[in-house]
């Protein structure tokens, strides 16, 4: 079978990139066909043959393909600018041609040289309903496009504009939670929403395996407190301050590394089982500049799709030696707050919908570390320091990373988080305030013992263990411990 577009062109200039979303073939009759592996394959009949011109292949390729920036970028190194302009001379008013001149000039900063003006009607450069879009486009004469692309050449992650995230940007996140909350007392609240910081905070440091200390767990908690204040959260300088916040001080650092970092394990015979390659640092610097400039572009975009699109970026990128995944998930909750989901005393227990379910975050990340990890060249010495031997085939995969999967992820993890979590903690508060009443009733024993009385309960399904009851509550009779672990299985039936 003959191939097409983005098949075509990895082909014939024998490219190493990231497996194809959407893969496109001559075939005998139209059909479309989903494998295992969630990608689709297509076949068209001969009609739809461009023929051998690589740059036709991309019309193609923008036509029926889902966008991929890095393998434009790719080819785009293999043709000159004079070829772009006779190939935009054919069609001077076609929009794929003015498309395709613009995208040449961004992303490898070379200049094409037109044959006079462009004409006809400005063109998107990316089409709304397939991609989620500036609401303001820029207006570029030259190639008469309006450039509704959130980034530019630095940084620009895709979000295509599925079934998922057309029913996240409409769904009423709000509304959602104010429905969830409004039956619930303020007293009730008050001490639920002030344990949720302490619990978000364990749940992230034990996706890492941390341990925290008082301290440590007391410094989270205020900045996620802060989460959505910070002037400018994605600078150098904040996110360094941030780092040193949530790290031992002998871990701290003065700012993005200037060594290769990965993330991998050690096995038997101290062998190395490598799952992220962090960004090279030869352009490191220059992506995360641009990861700051999309934070500051993507202002609009629904605060689900622009935390995700910000957030696992971060992390492939890996800018410190340590705690980006803690940074991760805190810019999770600073984006989202900025967009009036959660903030203002409302921390959504993401990182514990995360840590429920290991394998599904695991498999988010991997996403993209897994075709990152089959194009990318690397070396380990004996000291396990690494050299990444194909800088610049890896380059588009930082800089133009398609983080649809992660966007859907962490929308189904809000989701839960918001619809199960939230109530569920503020449910075992009511029915704890019930237990305690009616113990109370029961016994007018101290506060204290009580509450540990409580918490032995709680621990033991509703029954006071022998051995706490002869160490710890001797002085109560029979008939009082059972109207007690009645009282409190009463308490808790739902």
Known sequence: MKQLGYTWLISHYKLKTRPLLHSSFIGTRQAIRECADGTLEEHYVSRYDPGDDPLDHIVFALKYDALDL???????QKISPEKVAEFVSR????????????????????????????????????????????????????????????????????IRRTKAIRSIEETDWEGLISETISPFSDAVLNRALSYLYFKETKSSFAIEREALGTNRTEKFVTLLHRAGTENKPLSEGSLTELQNDIMDERYQESGYRTIQNYVGETTVNFREIIHLIG???????????GLEGYFTASAEVHPILRAAAISFPFVFIHPFEDGNGRIHRYIIHDVMARGGIGGKGLVIPVSAEIL??????DAC???????????????????????????????????????????????????????????NEFRFLENLDQARQTIREIVDMPDRKR????????????????????????????????????????????
């Not at 890095?70 to 785009?76: H, S």
């Not at 200049?111 to 570029?140: C, F, H, M, W």
């Not at 960004?279 to 500049?289: A, H, K, Q, T, V």
């Open 70 to 76: 890095d393998i434009i970028a790719k080819i785009f």
């Open 451 to 494: 509450e540990s009385l409580l918490m032995r309960l709680h621990r033991n399904k509703g029954r006071l263990a022998s051995k706490r009851r002869e160490s710890e509550f001797k002085e109560l009779t029979d008939e009082e411990i059972q109207k007690i672990e009645q009282a409190f299985q009463e308490a808790f039936e739902d």
């Open 365 to 423: 990340l991997e996403q993209f570390s897994k075709p990152l990890l089959s194009v990318a060249e690397y070396d380990l010495n004996t000291k396990s320091e690494m050299t990444v031997e194909n800088p610049a085939m890896i380059e588009g995969l930082y800089r133009y990373p398609d983080v649809t999967q992660q966007v859907e992820y962490l929308a189904k993890m809000i989701e839960l988080a918001i619809q199960e979590s939230l109530p």
């Open 279 to 289: 960004s090279p640092p030869g352009f490191l610097r220059d992506i995360m500049e």
């Open 356 to 361: 429920a379910d290991m394998r599904a975050y």
């Open 91 to 158: 069609t001077p008013t076609g929009k794929f041609a003015k498309q395709i001149g613009f995208w040449f000039e961004m992303l490898t900063g070379q200049e094409v040289p037109l044959q006079g003006k462009l004409i006809g009607n400005y063109t998107p450069l990316l089409d709304p309903q397939r991609y989620v879009v500036a609401s303001e486009p820029v207006r570029n004469p030259r190639w008469r496009i309006l450039n509704n692309a959130i980034g530019d050449r630095r940084f620009m992650p895709i």
